[in-house]
């Protein structure tokens, strides 16, 4: 009985690819808010309400994603393009107008790494229930023991639990 629920669900999952991806991110859209909590190395360093819309565009495969960062010293908006890049592949783009960051999503989870000025960077959102939480952590390389396996720190988070505004 196992051996048949997992065969049709890999068939199911051959034959509708697309609808698992587009999943996530129709459960995104609307309006969200939360605090974003800044962390250094373990300890709460400062705290920011954020507000965060998701809404459709004309092109079906691209979705409007703009954080608004709610600080009153330093008020900042990231309007940025989510762009389906592969259904099938479950991979998206990050559209920052200059930069385009690549991401990919595993079931209700979206992921994308990269490194900037030599800071390794990783985001995540994660659509669990009525939440969805917004998460990313930075570090860099650590000195090496001539090993092939290479440590990175995690020396800052910033995350934020959104919640749906009614």
Partial sequence: MKEIVLIVL?????LLPGVAQTSFVEGCLGNWKGTMYLYNRGALKDSVSVKLTVAKTPDPGAWTWKTE???PTMPMVKDYTLRLKDPAKGLYITDEGEIELMDYLFGQKLYCVFETQGITLTSTYELRGKELIFEVTSGKIQ???GLSVRNYSVDNLQRVVFRKVE
């Fill in 10 to 14: 890999g068939i199911c999952s051959l």
């Fill in 69 to 71: 960062y709610l600080s």
């Fill in 143 to 145: 000195t090496g023991d």
